[in-house]
């Protein structure tokens, strides 16, 4: 069965930073690009940050861009997220989501697979 578990959400001040872990189980996870995607209150889900299967490529959204980093350890079937320089407007709920793909630089927002979420928080 597969499953993805988010940890590591919270109550942040602004220019805080988190760092949110994806464990994956129930499938293999080198053959995976992984994701993180959020949901704002009252508004659609949109993707923040990609990692391809191998690691080569990793995407952005323009808002996070220099402030977040995504990295994987394919050994622990584990994927991070780490946020600096929190704003408010990044409070959201973040699903981990995964999808197999045959290419190893292939990266995107379109998954198979979801995690239930973790709570982020950014207020003072």
């Known amino acids: 069965q597969v499953q993805l578990v988010e940890s590591g959400g919270g109550l942040v001040q602004p220019g805080g930073s988190l760092r949110l872990s994806c464990t994956a189980s129930?499938?293999?996870?080198?053959?995976?690009?992984i994701g993180w995607v959020r949901q704002a209150p009252g508004k659609e889900r949109e993707g923040v940050s990609c990692?391809?299967?191998?690691?080569?490529?990793?995407i952005y959204t323009d808002s996070v861009k220099g402030r977040f980093t995504i990295s994987r350890d394919n050994a622990k079937n584990t994927v991070y997220l780490q946020m600096n320089s929190l704003k408010p407007e990044d409070t959201a709920v973040y699903y981990c989501a995964a999808r197999m793909v045959y290419s190893s630089s292939w990266c995107g927002y379109d998954y198979n697979y979801w995690g239930q979420g973790t709570q982020v928080t950014v207020s003072s």
């Open positions: 990692i391809s299967r191998g690691a080569g490529t990793t």
């Open positions: 129930g499938f293999t996870f080198d053959y995976y690009a």
